[in-house]
Structure formats: C-alpha cells, structure tokens
C-alpha cells in the first residue's frame, strides 16, 4: 500500500495563520528529531512574522546536538506566557514528557505535532500520523501546507531529524517512499547528506566509545534471548562524560542473531529509572504500548518511559509484559 502524509486541517492552518506569539517545546533528554522539528517549525513561523520562542528542558546531552542549547529557553516565563501565545508541542505523545514545561503552559491553547501512536492523548488540535518516519517530516508537509518556502537552513534541519529517526534511512518500511520523495526535496534544496551523516556519527571523543563498550559489555539475554538488557548508572558520568552512545548501542545489540527487543535501563538521580526501547522490525513486540503502560509513549519500535522505580524491579515488570507479548 502506499502512503503519503494527510493534509494538516483546517483548524491548525487557522490557528498558526492567527496567532502572533508562539512557543514550541519539545520531549525531555531531547534526540535530532525533537530539536529539528522545533528549530525548523520555529525558522518557518519566525519567517511568517510570529514571534517565536523554543522551549526544552534538556539535557542536551547528546554530542551531535549539544551546540543547539543555545536555540532554547528551558523554563517558560510569565513574561512570555503574556498575551496567552499557541503552545505547539513537538515529538512529544504525553504531556508530562515535556517536563516542566507542562506546568509552566498549562491553560494555553496546544497543538500537537507528532508521529507517535501510543501515549495519552493531549492537547486542543492535533496532527498525529504514525505512518510518517520522522516528526520533522511532518514539519516539511505543514511548509507545503502553508505555501510558505522552505529554506537551506531549515532544510538541513528537517533532514537532520528525519536521519536521525531512521537510523540514516535504515528503519524506512515498504510503503513509505514517500519519505524518500521528501528526503529528495531537501537534498535538492542544498542539503548534503554525507555532511549530515558525519554530523551524526563524527567528532566522538575516545570516553564516548568507551561507554559504548561499556554498555554491550553489561548486557544480558533474557526470554531466550528475544530481549537484550543494558544498564547506565549515574556513576557513568564520572567515568565516560555525559554523553551516552545510546543510538549506537540499540543498533548494535538489535544486529546479534534472535534478538528482537533491547532495553537500556538508565540510573536517575532521584532514584527514578529512565528506560528506552528498541525493537527490530521484523519483531512483533510493540514496545510503544509497552511504554504506554507504565506512562510512557513512542511506537511500535522506539519508545520510552521513566518510572519511579529500581533497575531491577521495572526489569522484571517488563519482562513479564514482553513475555506475554511474544506468547500472544
């Protein structure tokens, strides 16, 4: 069956086409789709005449996107509440998953922008469609929607994210050309792909795959190794630095023979536990509704969730969940 991206409606045309003040947030522990689906809607709406404000909370931790904090405010002030401006939320399929920022907007009218299908439904407008890649392909389809020109700049940005939410183009189905038609859009617009490539996966310092190391050296096989788990504790940070090779590990325990699910469990501060999932896409776990039990969101392939809980017991309440799935 082939795909395409549905037109946005009316109302959120009508709204953004309103509005005069706008501020945009996005996920906590932010990736390159969150970020470039804020930043390339923020340069659209800035060129539209709004007046624009990005919001996360962080952390940007992430080499790849760690220069880009600048871009952001992380609190949301009353200041910038004045005037009762559009709150668009990006990436993002629960309202908690915005942090802070929930409290700090709560009452203004939201729009929600998103390709995750699990999660509480929130906001006043949404445009949710799970068959797209990447949220900043979304994004791409709203600059067509409101005739408005997307620049080099923003380009790069949308290209960014799609990138980096498919693996570089690896995590595309069958079906979804239309992903590819858009990808060529932004290259013809002045995008390099080899630069963006090495904008992913360049510049890591030695701590960095260290960490890597690390991590797969942690795993362990569980359900007849279907799944795979990691672990990252706050004494990490000390060790390897702040930023977790995460994309790299999911990629590499997803590629050892039987493995269909891999979980890394991340130590918090507050004695909370972070935990992000992959599946590969030839399993039929759904680890987005797996996130959605316990509060979190994603889809059916990456997903994610922080619980207020040990390491040890959300592993085991998991694994219950995956092993009713694979028996189902």
Known sequence: MVMELPAYPANIRDILNQSSSVIIAGHI??????????IALGKMLTAMGKNVVLANVGP??????SKWKKFFVQNVTPEMRAG????????CSTSDRIGTLYEETKGLKTVIIDHHSSGE??????????????TTLLIQRLYHDMNQPISKDAAYFIFFG????????RFINAGQGFALGY????????????????????????????YLGALIERCEPFLGGKVMCSYSYQKDKETFGEDKPSD????????????????????????KTEVGFRSSHDSDADVGILAATYGGGGHKHASGVTVARNITEIRQMLLKELEKQFSD
């Open 248 to 271: 790299l590990f999911y990629a590499q325990m997803l590629s050892v023979e039987d493995v269909q699910v891999v979980i890394l469990f991340k130590e918090m501060p507050d004695g």
């Open 29 to 38: 522990n932010p990736d390159g789709d969150c970020l470039s689906s804020q």
């Open 84 to 91: 009762n401006p559009l709150l668009i939320v990006t990436d």
């Open 121 to 134: 439904p929130f906001g006043d407008y949404r445009y949710i469609v799970p068959t797209s890649p990447s």
């Open 183 to 210: 990808a060529s859009e932004l290259v013809d617009l002045g995008v390099s792909p080899n630069s963006v490539y090495m904008k992913m996966n360049g510049g890591k310092k030695l701590p960095f795959i260290r």
């Open 60 to 65: 940007f931790e992430r080499t790849e996107i």
């Open 162 to 169: 799609f990138s980096t939410d498919t693996g570089y183009f």
